[in-house]
């Protein structure tokens, strides 16, 4: 609430704004006094016997499994992926976000700008993106394969990626490198120039989520920007995250590096597509 631009200066704005729909600023400014009448609440309040989220409940029932230990609802809770009942919709309301983002900045491209912005049919993998001739002119493939697992070793197997790191460790790394999905890619042929997008979006109850999802988003696209550096090293790479948070402050702001920020931050900003609500 006290962050410059993103605090109580922004949602004094929001909620005084009588341009937006009431139900909105409503909606708001319940999220922000922690009163959404979630079970949570209403079991403090005296009104409800459990605070364990019903969505959660309906999705483990529908799958046969267990109903313990069921998360509290709270308005975090069912706003974001990790709630079982909600998760496909939010996924799909953050993936909506991001195109709307990336359309943005591709409709505030000046008419003599040479960024291509490769990636606004479909999200692509890197072995889908390494078929496209644009791709190719950067390097080949074999030169990627050969690069990207002094890169992918540094990086931790997952839990969930465990079984198919034991069927065939040789080629596990080469495959999940090949695998690995950007949000966005833009590039620059005349100047060299490729720019990797990430687009994340968290709560901001914590303290240092910020520092959290770009480590997420850093590691994520490690291997990615590593191994095209090793193998086009006349190139350039560049990762550029945006961070999407919510609870009191629901603005859009990207971070990123000082140079990626004044060409494409500033553009954002120029399509006057301030709050997404
Ligand atoms: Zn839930």
């Keep these: 609430m006290l962050r410059e631009d993103a605090g109580r200066f922004m949602l004094r704005k929001y909620l005084s704004d009588k341009k ?13 006094t922690v009163n959404t009448p979630t079970a949570s609440f209403l079991t403090k309040m005296g009104k409800m016997q459990s605070a364990g989220c019903w969505l959660c409940k309906i ?12 998360a509290d609802e709270t308005h975090g ?35 003599k700008s040479k960024l291509r912005f490769v990636t606004l049919d479909k999200e692509s993998n890197m072995s889908t993106l ?39 460790p040789g080629s596990f790394f080469v495959n999940r490198f090949w695998g690995r999905q950007p949000d966005g890619v833009t590039i620059n042929e005349p100047l060299k120039i490729v720019y990797i997008l990430e687009f994340k979006r968290s709560t901001d109850r914590d303290e240092g989520f910020l520092e959290v999802k770009d480590a997420e988003a850093n590691e994520q696209h490690k291997s990615i920007i590593g ?25 859009l702001r990207a971070t990123c590096t000082p140079s990626s920020k004044s060409l494409i931050y500033k553009k954002v900003k120029k399509t006057s597509f301030s709050p997404i609500m």
């Design 130 to 168: 390494w078929r496209r001739k644009e791709f190719l002119r950067i390097c080949s493939k074999e030169e990627l394969t050969e690069k990207a697992p002094d890169i992918e070793v540094t990086i931790p197997v997952k839990k969930s990626q465990e079984t198919r790191y034991n069927l065939d």
């Design 77 to 111: 809770h069912i706003n974001s992926a990790g709630c079982e009942g909600m998760a496909t919709t939010v996924t799909a309301a953050s993936h909506s976000i991001w195109r709307h983002l990336y359309d943005s900045i591709h409709a505030a491209q000046k008419p």
């Design 59 to 70: 999705a483990r029932e529908a799958r046969g499994e267990s109903t313990d230990g069921l």
């Design 227 to 251: 191994a095209l550096k090793a193998a086009a090293p006349e190139w350039e790479f560049e990762h550029i995250k945006f961070l999407w948070w919510v609870t009191a402050d629901r603005w």
């Design 20 to 32: 937006i729909p009431w139900q909105r600023r409503r909606r708001l400014g319940i999220a922000v």
